[in-house]
């Protein structure tokens, strides 16, 4: 069983940044891809970022030049580094394995919770 600790939350103005962080245990780590996800009140989760085991690095439009998720194998940590936030950036950070089948992971763990004054 994966286990997955999320931290690094917390309340920022506009234009800040933070620094959330992940440990992972359970797993080999390196050999999997990795990914940030978020989850606004009401909404459905959403992919932030994804970095392969090889480093490679993906992001969605909202966030990209933003956000870059990294990643220490040594530390088995998964890493987001988040800087201009937005208000729309409030939400449950999580993160996880990645693959295009993560929408049906019933594993997760319980988040960093990021907010974002205006």
């Known amino acids: 069983q994966l286990q997955l600790v999320e931290s690094g939350g917390g309340l920022v103005q506009a234009g800040g940044s933070l620094r959330l962080s992940c440990a992972v245990s359970g797993r080999i780590f390196s050999i999997n891809a990795m990914g940030w996800y978020r989850q606004a009140a009401g909404n459905e989760r959403e992919l932030v970022a994804s970095?392969?085991?090889?480093?490679?690095?993906n992001y969605p439009d909202s966030v990209k030049g933003r956000f870059t998720i990294s990643r220490d194998n040594t530390k088995n940590t998964v890493y987001l580094q988040m800087n201009s936030l937005k208000p729309e950036d409030t939400a449950v950070y999580y993160c996880n394995t990645y693959s295009s089948r993560w929408r049906g992971y019933n594993n997760w763990g319980q988040g960093t919770q990021v907010t974002v004054s205006s």
């Open positions: 970095i392969s085991s090889g480093g490679v690095t």
